[in-house]
Nanobody
Framework: QVHLVESGGGLVQPGGSLSLSCKAS????????MGWFRQAPGKEREKVSCINTDGVPTDSDAVKGRFTIWRDNAESAVHLEMNSLNPEDTAVYYCASYMSPECTSANDYWGQGTQVTVSS
């Protein structure tokens, strides 16, 4: 059974940093792209960052230069380092797996989400 479990969310002041982690189990994470999405209140879920099996990241314009995604296949984990956070980054952040090694494929499994709140 596939599980994706996020951790690391919380409250941070504007300009601060936060790191998220996603632990995967039940499948061989090495073979699939992995990504982070977020959903703010009243808004649709949006893609944040993705990393393919070659370790090549793809970031949305909203987070480019501020967020860094990386994967640790040995630990079956994918991480998201978030810097220069602003209130617009407030959302529930979800980890997701893709159906192929590339970020252009569809998503199949999702974590339960972790809340990130940026506020003074």
């Amino acid at each position: 059974q596939v599980h994706l479990v996020e951790s690391g969310g919380g409250l941070v002041q504007p300009g601060g940093s936060l790191s998220l982690s996603c632990k995967a189990s039940g499948f061989i994470m090495d073979l699939y792209a992995m990504g982070w999405f977020r959903q703010a209140p009243g808004k649709e879920r949006e893609k944040v960052s993705c990393i393919n099996t070659d370790g090549v990241p793809t970031d949305s314009d909203a987070v480019k230069g501020r967020f860094t995604i990386w994967r640790d296949n040995a630990e079956s984990a994918v991480h998201l380092e978030m810097n220069s956070l602003n209130p617009e980054d407030t959302a529930v952040y979800y980890c997701a797996s893709y159906m192929s090694p590339e970020c252009t494929s569809a998503n199949d499994y999702w974590g339960q989400g972790t809340q990130v709140t940026v506020s003074s």
